[in-house]
């Protein structure tokens, strides 16, 4: 385990000593390779590092997290010894050592090489999804060690049954983790990415955290695994994260092919984007979104600030490479794609503005709810009225028609969290009139849980429905056709 320290300049790792050292022997070619693999791909890596310190005293103290047993243990050992924390990113190159990634590398080619469900793995997904040493910001930590300890017993098992399906060997570790681990979305966290040291101190998490400890157990087991993220749904509140493994996919009775999949049952539904992790540079940001801005006057959804993220929104929905034409010239370079989040549109994708007249936005979901806009100074304005893509790639867009007025009966404000009307609560019924402002047509009192009518409402709209009072922002844009209500 990892403890807490300011890292010196002699822990660098000596890449030709790795490298005369693997060129002696044929056999350790792929050793070879991987040392390189990690060589071409981690040095732009940088590992979010917790620093502890006693209150108004800036000096770091060394503190070991596997000593911690629980989240309210660590927290009345910060509150007792009145500590006070942070959080940095240093570089790779500063944190890991020869000796770390040599057995790093060991490790994961004996895994490789023994186990009977490894054997179908190419090389280039052993290399991008088994090897790395991490997922991508976390703290580097001995998780292949402490994993293959817990799993000892299961993994001889396996071996001596020959099994070669890894959703039944990720099935076992994954059930048995789930019994010291608990998922909270509002688990107490150190840091944003959270290394092993840190979830096992505290026991619980949310989906980013537990499927950061997923992978490691995969991993550790010889299952090439990482993490897709959705950043913002699009078509429900909030973000989402999932581990996926490499794993056989039965295309019929007699067909199948490997890919990369989540554990049947996850949660994955109508993401309006999802991203891999990639250990091997993919350098979407290098070489295209910073060409587009500049850096310091742009906003730039952070997750975005990446060279190591694969788009792989087409292996979750049907999507459209969505050309879209401005109503007037532009002048940047660069436009952003918008979703609506707990009651604003916030930027998820960006597109490069061709001729002034038009931005080409790839792999977008269709059936989603968009608004597309432009940097302004570090922020960013919108610069039509929003829309739907539909089925077709069309853009459909709110067309208010106050000659031909319907009723509405909903039950919700949206699919998801706390989202039932409550008898004797207010609420607000609003249209997204032409000019792409919302505008209130009517406000009506809940008399009964999960009922309220609304009579001679404009029809063709997109419509919100807003609890008056509270400023939660949980409401969700929707449709209503033959009286069926379409959530976006």
Same mark, same amino acid.
């Given at each position: 385990?990892?403890?807490?320290?300011?890292?010196?300049?002699?822990?660098?790792?000596?890449?030709?000593?790795?490298?005369?050292?693997?060129?002696?022997?044929?056999?350790?070619?792929?050793?070879?390779?991987?040392?390189?693999?990690?060589?071409?791909?981690?040095?732009?890596?940088?590992?979010?590092?917790?620093?502890?310190?006693?209150?108004?005293?800036?000096?770091?103290?060394?503190?070991?997290?596997?000593?911690?047993?629980?989240?309210?243990?660590?927290?009345?050992?910060?509150?007792?010894?009145?500590?006070?924390?942070?959080?940095?990113?240093?570089?790779?190159?500063?944190?890991?050592?020869?000796?770390?990634?040599?057995?790093?590398?060991?490790?994961?080619?004996?895994?490789?090489?023994?186990?009977?469900?490894?054997?179908?793995?190419?090389?280039?997904?052993?290399?991008?999804?088994?090897?790395?040493?991490?997922?991508?910001?976390?703290?580097?930590?001995?998780?292949?060690?402490?994993?293959?300890?817990?799993?000892?017993?299961?993994?001889?098992?396996? *071996?001596?049954?020959?099994?070669?399906?890894?959703?039944?060997?990720?099935?076992?570790?994954?059930?048995?983790?789930?019994?010291?681990?608990?998922?909270?979305?509002?688990?107490?966290?150190?840091?944003?990415?959270?290394?092993?040291?840190?979830?096992?101190?505290?026991?619980?998490?949310?989906?980013?955290?537990?499927?950061?400890?997923? *992978?490691?157990?995969?991993?550790?087991?010889?299952?090439?695994?990482?993490?897709?993220?959705?950043?913002?749904?699009?078509?429900?509140?909030?973000?989402?994260?999932?581990?996926?493994?490499?794993?056989?996919?039965?295309?019929?009775?007699?067909?199948?092919?490997?890919?990369?999949?989540?554990?049947?049952?996850?949660?994955?539904? @109508?993401?309006?984007?999802?991203? @891999?992790?990639?250990?091997?540079?993919?350098?979407?940001?290098?070489?295209?979104?910073?060409?587009?801005?500049?850096?310091?006057?742009?906003?730039?959804?952070?997750?975005?600030?990446?060279?190591?993220?694969?788009?792989?929104?087409?292996?979750?929905?049907? *999507?459209?490479?969505?050309?879209?034409?401005?109503? #007037?010239?532009?002048?940047?370079?660069?436009?952003?794609?918008?979703?609506?989040?707990?009651?604003?549109?916030?930027?998820?994708?960006?597109? @490069?503005?061709?001729?002034?007249?038009?931005?080409?936005?790839?792999?977008?979901?269709?059936?989603?709810?968009?608004?597309?806009?432009?940097?302004?100074?570090?922020?960013?304005?919108?610069?039509?009225?929003?829309?739907?893509?539909?089925?077709?790639?069309?853009?459909?867009?709110?067309?208010?028609?106050?000659?031909?007025?319907?009723?509405?009966?909903?039950?919700?404000?949206?699919?998801?969290? #706390?989202?039932?009307?409550?008898?004797?609560?207010?609420?607000?019924?609003?249209?997204?009139?032409?000019?792409?402002?919302?505008?209130?047509?009517? *406000?009506?009192?809940?008399?009964?849980?999960?009922?309220?009518?609304?009579?001679?409402?404009?029809?063709?709209?997109?419509?919100?429905?807003?609890?008056?009072?509270?400023?939660?922002?949980?409401?969700?844009?929707?449709?209503?056709?033959?009286?069926?209500?379409?959530?976006?």
């Amino acid at each position: 385990m990892f403890f807490i320290f300011s890292c010196k300049s002699e822990n660098k790792i000596d890449f030709l000593y790795l490298e005369n050292k693997f060129s002696k022997n044929a056999a350790d070619s792929i050793r070879l390779q991987s040392l390189l693999f990690i060589k071409d791909n981690f040095d732009d890596l940088t590992s979010e590092k917790i620093i502890f310190f006693k209150d108004h005293d800036f000096d770091s103290i060394p503190y070991f997290l596997d000593t911690i047993t629980s989240e309210s243990s660590l927290r009345s050992i910060i509150s007792k010894n009145k500590l006070s924390y942070h959080s940095l990113f240093v570089r790779d190159s500063k944190i890991l050592t020869t000796e770390f990634l040599e057995q790093n590398i060991n490790s994961a080619v004996s895994q490789w090489n023994t186990f009977p469900w490894s054997k179908q793995i190419p090389k280039d997904i052993f290399l991008n999804y088994l090897l790395p040493y991490k997922v991508l910001l976390e703290y580097p930590s001995g998780w292949r060690t402490y994993f293959q300890k817990q799993y000892q017993d299961s993994i001889n098992k396996f *071996v001596r049954n020959g099994e070669e399906d890894t959703d039944k060997v990720n099935a076992s570790i994954i059930a048995k983790l789930y019994q010291s681990i608990n998922y909270s979305e509002n688990a107490f966290k150190l840091t944003k990415n959270p290394s092993l040291n840190e979830i096992l101190a505290i026991g619980k998490g949310e989906c980013y955290t537990l499927s950061h400890l997923f *992978v490691y157990a995969n991993r550790s087991v010889g299952i090439p695994s990482t993490i897709d993220i959705v950043p913002l749904w699009g078509s429900r509140n909030g973000s989402h994260a999932t581990e996926v493994f490499y794993r056989k996919i039965e295309t019929n009775p007699n067909e199948y092919t490997y890919s990369f999949k989540p554990s049947k049952g996850s949660f994955l539904n @109508r993401p309006a984007k999802v991203f @891999r992790f990639s250990f091997k540079k993919v350098n979407v940001w290098d070489d295209s979104i910073k060409a587009l801005i500049e850096p310091q006057k742009s906003y730039i959804p952070e997750f975005l600030k990446s060279n190591h993220l694969l788009d792989v929104t087409d292996q979750y929905a049907d *999507v459209s490479n969505l050309k879209y034409t401005f109503l #007037n010239r532009q002048s940047d370079k660069l436009a952003y794609i918008c979703v609506f989040n707990y009651g604003q549109w916030m930027p998820l994708f960006y597109g @490069r503005i061709i001729n002034s007249r038009f931005a080409i936005f790839n792999k977008m979901s269709k059936n989603m709810l968009y608004q597309v806009g432009v940097p302004e100074g570090s922020s960013y304005k919108f610069v039509d009225r929003a829309f739907i893509l539909d089925s077709s790639g069309k853009m459909i867009y709110s067309e208010p028609n106050t000659n031909v007025r319907i009723k509405i009966k909903i039950q919700k404000i949206n699919e998801g969290e #706390n989202s039932w009307v409550k008898a004797n609560s207010k609420y607000a019924l609003s249209i997204l009139n032409k000019k792409n402002y919302w505008e209130v047509v009517s *406000v009506k009192y809940c008399e009964t849980d999960s009922v309220l009518n609304f009579d001679k409402i404009p029809s063709n709209s997109f419509y919100r429905l807003k609890e008056i009072g509270t400023n939660h922002n949980l409401e969700r844009i929707f449709l209503c056709k033959n009286d069926k209500i379409i959530w976006y």
